[in-house]
């Protein structure tokens, strides 16, 4: 079964449907700087137009890359703050456009 909205994996195979902040907490905080470095997180579809990363940095840290190719963004920080990592991505995933669900548009009425 595909995932409802997005999907997270990381390098060492481990892979969850719709992840909760809590659950990108505890992929993130399983990375390491030898065989498990990253994780992605992007739509359930054969070409989605946004993905986020969280790779180790290997002088301690977190490198986070955001992209959503159906606007002009592109991000790239570090931080070190897992909590604080999971809890913004999930805010800005909680953003995007997912095929089915209303578009989240704001406008004067």
Do not use: C, K
Request: charged content about 30%; glycine content about 4%; proline content about 6%.
């Amino acid at each position: 079964m595909r995932a409802a909205y997005y999907r997270a994996e990381s390098e060492s195979g481990d892979h969850i449907e719709d992840p909760s902040e809590d659950a990108l907490f505890m992929l993130i905080d399983d990375l390491n700087a030898v065989d498990n470095t990253f994780v992605v997180i992007q739509p359930d579809e054969d070409d989605p137009v946004w993905f986020t990363s969280v790779a180790v940095l290997d002088e301690g840290g977190y490198e986070v890359v955001r992209r959503d190719t159906s606007r002009p963004e592109h991000d790239v920080a570090a931080a070190t703050s897992i909590d604080q990592i999971a809890r913004d991505l999930t805010i800005w995933m909680a953003a995007r456009d997912f095929p089915g669900r209303p578009s989240q548009h704001t406008g004067d009425f």
